[in-house]
């Protein structure tokens, strides 16, 4: 539902039900209001109505304010759209395109696409390529089906109106949409005996829409796309008009090089996509393994720090029994910090020569080390942080020895 300048509209039922509409006028309380009264397309006309319904209603601002024009849309159960405050102007462009038409010996109405979607290369057109996607067709249609220029469109021959009036009428539109492209059909019925007998003797072989960019509707002053009148012709390119006729079959090159780049694009896009999304994949890979790297790292620092811990637990049971002298234990605690590995070689050696010394001695030449306290408490700390399970279960029972040797020490049992 589009906006007018200077109607306030009333939307009373969805107009994709209707085919064809009529322009009738009304008065309420003095005021003239327009109603657009369609007619329902086949299957749609609901059980036991009409087949003509009310379809919206239009106020003229000159008579009905905004609030008015509300309040009477609301008292009919309609959807209110206010008119537009300003219309810029702007220039008419006229466009012309040929399709194939015919008739059958006892037929004067003939369906036929008159229009497809897609980018179109005309003469007139800014930067030579007119762009006609399905919206810019469903806007014909509709406009059409609103009646803006009347309820059927006049046909003439070349575009050139005859003194005696339309050959023919266009009668209705619809669009059809296969593949992703949508085409415009159109209804004509060619009224005049002489203009029948031409196209059905090949004399007048092809039909040309007349399209409208920003067509200004002389009543409302509202500008519209839309598609004008229509005209039989022999001649796909009529020479000495302006703009020039094109013809479908001669805009297939252009379609197809549109096509063709659209193609590369869409290539382009594709490959873009895939390198994008290996660049992530490298990227996700680099940090796995900086995540592996990070937890060996902490894997190897965790095994020097339960060998320390290890070493300096035999260190401390050998010294305090006398296998170690005091400088000896010394010596293997400044090596456990740096090597805790060669510490083991060393303490087994010493371990079968008996005692080095009576434990109850002192001299001024025994090192000192940390009490038994602050073994226990390194200890508990490093079991507190460990996660692996057999590394903490290593030291539970490093804990644990050190523990009973103290208690052998004080004598408690």
């Not at 329902?40 to 009409?50: A, D, E, L």
């Not at 919206?56 to 959807?79: F, V």
């Not at 995540?291 to 035999?314: M, P, S």
């Amino acid at each position: 539902m589009s906006p007018y300048p200077n109607e306030h509209s009333a939307r009373l039922l969805d107009p994709d039900l209707f085919e064809t509409c009529r322009r009738t006028s009304r008065e309420s309380e003095g005021k003239i209001y327009h109603i657009l009264t369609c007619k329902y397309k086949p299957g749609k006309t609901p059980k036991g109505k009409s087949d003509w319904a009310e379809q919206s209603y239009r106020y003229p601002i000159e008579g009905w304010t905004e609030a008015e024009a509300r309040a009477h849309c609301e008292k009919a159960g309609g959807t209110f759209e206010a008119a537009e405050p300003e219309i810029k102007a702007t220039e008419a462009r006229k466009y012309f395109f040929a399709s194939p038409v015919s008739l059958k010996e006892d037929e004067h109405i003939v369906d036929i696409e008159i229009l497809r979607s897609g980018e179109w290369k005309h003469p007139k057109a800014p930067g030579g390529i007119l762009s006609l996607p399905k919206a810019k067709l469903e806007e014909f249609k509709q406009n059409f089906d609103n009646q803006v220029v009347g309820d059927s469109l006049p046909l003439d021959i070349d575009h050139k109106p005859a003194k005696t009036g339309a050959v023919g009428w266009l009668k209705k539109m619809w669009i059809n949409t296969k593949d992703n492209v949508a085409h415009l059909f159109a209804r004509l019925d060619i009224t005049d005996p002489d203009t029948q007998e031409a196209v059905k003797n090949g004399s007048l072989k092809y039909f040309s829409p007349q399209i409208i960019i920003n067509y200004e509707d002389p009543e409302t002053g509202k500008f519209y796309d839309l598609i004008r009148s229509g005209a039989l012709t022999a001649w796909p390119f009529i020479k000495g008009m302006q703009p020039a006729v094109c013809n479908f079959s001669e805009l297939e090159a252009a379609e197809r090089i549109v096509e063709k780049k659209t193609q590369s694009r869409k290539s382009a896009e594709l490959l873009l996509a895939r390198e994008n999304e290996i660049v992530k994949l490298k990227k996700a890979g680099k940090v796995v393994v900086e995540g592996l790297l990070k937890a060996n790292k902490q894997i190897k620092l965790r095994d020097k720090v339960i060998l320390k811990l290890e070493a300096k637990a035999r260190i401390d049971r050998l010294a305090d029994t006398g296998t170690l002298s005091p400088y000896e234990a010394q010596k293997c605690r400044e090596l456990a910090l740096s090597e805790p590995k060669s510490v083991d070689l060393a303490i087994e050696l010493l371990g079968d020569r008996g005692k080095a010394w009576e434990p109850g001695q002192l001299s001024i030449l025994t090192p000192r080390r940390g009490s038994s306290v602050m073994g226990l408490t390194e200890l508990q700390q490093a079991v507190d942080k460990e996660k692996d399970p057999a590394r903490h279960d290593r030291l539970i029972e490093l804990l644990d020895n050190r523990i009973e040797e103290l208690k052998r020490e004080k004598g408690i049992k």
